[in-house]
């Protein structure tokens, strides 16, 4: 049976940094949705030139597009035990998930981290990322607040947020994190067979 977490938090709450240190202490697979619709757009595809547009613009990508590229990573990769990365951005991702998939995450990691300080790492990450200019972070933050937070309420309703003070340290994140974990009966800490394959796929 497949095992699917998602990991939500806001631009710039560490996501993608605690995500390789899941995979790689808990045996999980690493897939990053923001790295998967980059490398679409990498590729120079119809598909990839719409959703650089539409980032640029500090908006959400269609669900159907988002699931769509999920699904065919999730099928090339020899894994039952997925971390996806910033998924879902929206209510409408956890309904096109549902209905495509007919899965549900276990849990929902949510990593809450103040505007202030994701701001800063934000901007001092320099990454060389389109997205990463003072403007198109603050679209991204409205986004969040406006867009994805109400999915993380509708996990809640059900029971399967799992929230964390991601403003802190990231070792200290990590501890955390590692409770979270350390608590779910298949995910002792192991090593890694499946590397945290977040951007060959």
């Known amino acids: 049976m497949v095992k699917i977490v998602f990991v939500i938090g806001g631009p710039g709450s560490g996501k993608g940094t605690q995500c390789k240190r899941i995979a790689q ?12 619709l980059r490398q679409e757009i990498n590729s120079g595809s119809e598909t990839g030139s719409m ?16 699931v769509r590229l999920l699904q065919q990573a999730m099928r090339g990769m020899d894994s039952d035990k997925f971390l996806i990365d910033g998924f879902p951005r929206n209510e409408e991702n956890v309904k096109t998930f549902e209905n495509l998939t007919k899965m549900d995450p276990e849990f929902v990691l949510y ?5 202030d300080e994701m701001e800063r790492r934000l901007l001092t990450r ?6 990463d200019n003072i403007e198109t ?12 937070l109400p999915a993380v309420q509708y996990y809640e309703s059900k029971g399967k947020v799992k929230k964390v003070d991601a403003g802190k340290p990231v070792d200290e994140v990590f ?6 974990f350390s608590q779910r009966k298949d995910d002792k800490v192991r090593p ?3 590397n945290h394959t977040c951007l060959i796929l």
């Open 25 to 36: 202490q808990f045996g999980y697979t690493h897939l990053s949705v923001g790295e998967l």
């Open 51 to 66: 959703i650089q547009k539409i980032m640029k613009e500090g908006k959400l990508v269609p669900s159907d597009v988002t």
């Open 111 to 115: 990593l809450d981290c103040p505007q």
């Open 126 to 131: 320099n990454e060389g990322r389109e997205d």
């Open 137 to 148: 972070i603050r679209k991204r933050f409205k986004v969040f607040m406006e867009s994805t």
């Open 175 to 180: 501890e955390s994190i590692k409770v979270i």
């Open 192 to 194: 890694n067979r499946h």
